[in-house]
């Protein structure tokens, strides 16, 4: 595991001879603001930041604060937001087909967004398209900002340079993926209606487990397929957001909430010092699949051959067992090849159902 002095001086190293394009999801406020604001810094403003998030205001005071180069060397620097309500995948599409038509390349493409409603334990609705809140934020529009702006990730391998995506959940806990109710409809069925908002709610619950292990299958999925390029689910561990400070489990539980809160702040980081471990693993991948831990630790690492096929052999003998990836086993990752090509059929079907 990196040292906060490792980690630093890694981020301190990164000078690239371009200037780096990155887009981070929730860079309006937690660790994605965090993240944008190092990555202004380290590079002293040269670099194509944009942020995207529903707060056009807080992004504005967040854009003001970047360094603004001034020297010639620096065009194609620029720092900008570009607002989006990522619960609807709708919207997340549009602004994919908008970044996709004005820019050359995606160096990095960070996501970071939480909710709905800092990840309430406590309800949990459908979205207008039909989508498990949660799982919309945690996993669905992730799954379709990697999707739809990949081309741009692979124009910038292509140009010899970092092409990674990171998205910042709930890495490294291993739990296994879904192979049964996928959008978690029955588990909305089941929810005891008159508790929603009092008490936590099942739906909400398997929301916010579900999201964690979809990223691993997320992660391989694309791996796979892109074999030159870095994909990355990581852990920020606990950290003092805007967002993500309190657990709320409803005035039934009080006590306990407020004994689960006092032992949060006493584990947390502030959203800078997480931020450095996780820029540091931003860096410090060239391809392959990640599973990292809240130091930017590797918790366990795959390198597809550059001639896998894209899709998974679920004949093979591990394609049922969890944890395992390809035939390799895997510290901390819930897929199995069999659930992640469930879960992305299942993925691709549903998309296609909102998006025609
Ligand atoms: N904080 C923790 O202790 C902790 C612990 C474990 C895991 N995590 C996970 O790590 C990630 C980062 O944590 P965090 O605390 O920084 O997250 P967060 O505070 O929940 O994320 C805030 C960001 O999400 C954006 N966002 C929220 N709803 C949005 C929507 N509908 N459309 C577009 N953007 C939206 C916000 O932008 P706008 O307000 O501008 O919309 C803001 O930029 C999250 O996925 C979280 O679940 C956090």
Same mark, same amino acid.
């Given at each position: 595991?990196?040292?906060?002095?490792?980690?630093?001086?890694?981020?301190?190293?990164?000078?690239?001879?371009?200037?780096?394009?990155?887009?981070?999801?929730?860079?309006? $406020?937690?660790?994605?603001?965090?993240?944008?604001?190092? #990555?202004?810094?380290?590079?002293?403003?040269?670099?194509?930041?944009?942020?995207?998030?529903?707060?056009?205001?807080?992004?504005?005071?967040?854009?003001?604060?970047?360094?603004?180069?001034?020297?010639?060397?620096? &065009?194609?620097?620029?720092?900008?937001?570009?607002?989006?309500?990522?619960? $609807?995948?709708?919207?997340?599409?549009?602004?994919? +087909?908008?970044?996709?038509?004005?820019?050359?390349?995606?160096?990095?493409?960070? %996501?970071?967004?939480?909710?709905?409603?800092?990840? $309430? #334990?406590?309800?949990?609705?459908?979205?207008?398209?039909? #989508?498990?809140?949660?799982?919309?934020? !945690?996993?669905?529009?992730?799954?379709?900002?990697?999707?739809?702006?990949?081309?741009? #990730?692979?124009? +910038?391998?292509?140009?010899?340079? =970092?092409? =990674?995506?990171?998205?910042?959940?709930?890495?490294?806990?291993?739990?296994?993926?879904?192979?049964?109710?996928?959008?978690?409809?029955?588990?909305?069925?089941?929810? /005891?209606?008159?508790?929603?908002?009092?008490?936590?709610?099942?739906?909400?619950?398997?929301?916010?487990?579900?999201?964690?292990?979809?990223?691993?299958?997320?992660?391989?999925?694309?791996?796979?397929?892109?074999?030159?390029? +870095?994909?990355?689910?990581? $852990?920020?561990?606990?950290?003092?957001?805007?967002?993500?400070?309190?657990?709320?489990?409803?005035?039934?539980?009080?006590?306990?909430?407020?004994?689960?809160?006092?032992?949060? !702040?006493? %584990?947390?980081?502030?959203?800078?010092?997480?931020?450095?471990?996780?820029?540091?693993?931003?860096? &410090?991948? &060239?391809?392959?699949?990640?599973?990292?831990?809240?130091?930017? &630790?590797?918790?366990?690492?795959?390198?597809?051959? !550059?001639?896998?096929?894209?899709?998974?052999?679920?004949?093979?003998?591990?394609? =049922?067992?969890?944890?395992?990836?390809?035939?390799?086993?895997?510290?901390?990752?819930?897929?199995?090849? +069999?659930?992640?090509?469930?879960?992305?059929?299942?993925?691709?079907?549903?998309?296609?159902? /909102?998006?025609?």
């Amino acid at each position: 595991m990196p040292s906060l002095a490792v980690a630093e001086a890694s981020n301190a190293a990164f000078c690239p001879s371009y200037i780096p394009v990155a887009v981070v999801v929730g860079g309006t $406020s937690g660790v994605g603001q965090a993240m944008a604001e190092a #990555l202004a810094r380290q590079t002293n403003g040269r670099a194509h930041i944009i942020i995207v998030g529903r707060n056009a205001t807080a992004a504005a005071e967040i854009l003001a604060t970047f360094p603004k180069p001034t020297d010639s060397d620096a &065009d194609g620097w620029a720092h900008e937001f570009v607002q989006c309500d990522a619960l $609807s995948m709708a919207s997340v599409r549009a602004v994919c +087909a908008s970044l996709l038509s004005r820019l050359k390349r995606i160096n990095f493409l960070v %996501i970071t967004a939480g909710g709905p409603a800092g990840n $309430s #334990l406590l309800d949990c609705y459908e979205t207008p398209e039909g #989508l498990n809140a949660h799982l919309a934020m !945690r996993y669905f529009m992730r799954y379709l900002f990697t999707k739809e702006l990949l081309p741009l #990730l692979v124009s +910038a391998k292509e140009m010899g340079q =970092h092409a =990674h995506v990171m998205t910042v959940l709930g890495a490294g806990f291993g739990l296994a993926l879904r192979t049964t109710d996928l959008g978690l409809h029955e588990a909305h069925r089941n929810s /005891i209606k008159f508790l929603q908002g009092v008490f936590p709610n099942i739906a909400a619950i398997k929301g916010i487990a579900t999201g964690v292990c979809y990223n691993d299958g997320l992660v391989a999925h694309f791996a796979a397929q892109h074999p030159d390029l +870095a994909f990355t689910h990581i $852990s920020p561990g606990q950290v003092l957001t805007a967002g993500g400070s309190e657990v709320y489990l409803g005035w039934l539980l009080t006590p306990l909430t407020w004994l689960l809160n006092i032992f949060k !702040r006493a %584990i947390s980081l502030t959203q800078n010092e997480r931020a450095k471990y996780m820029l540091y693993a931003l860096f &410090d991948a &060239d391809r392959g699949l990640f599973i990292r831990g809240d130091h930017g &630790d590797i918790v366990s690492a795959h390198v597809f051959s !550059r001639d896998h096929k894209p899709q998974f052999d679920v004949s093979s003998p591990t394609a =049922h067992k969890k944890g395992f990836l390809n035939g390799v086993p895997m510290k901390g990752y819930g897929g199995s090849d +069999a659930s992640v090509a469930g879960l992305i059929a299942y993925t691709e079907q549903v998309l296609a159902a /909102i998006l025609r």
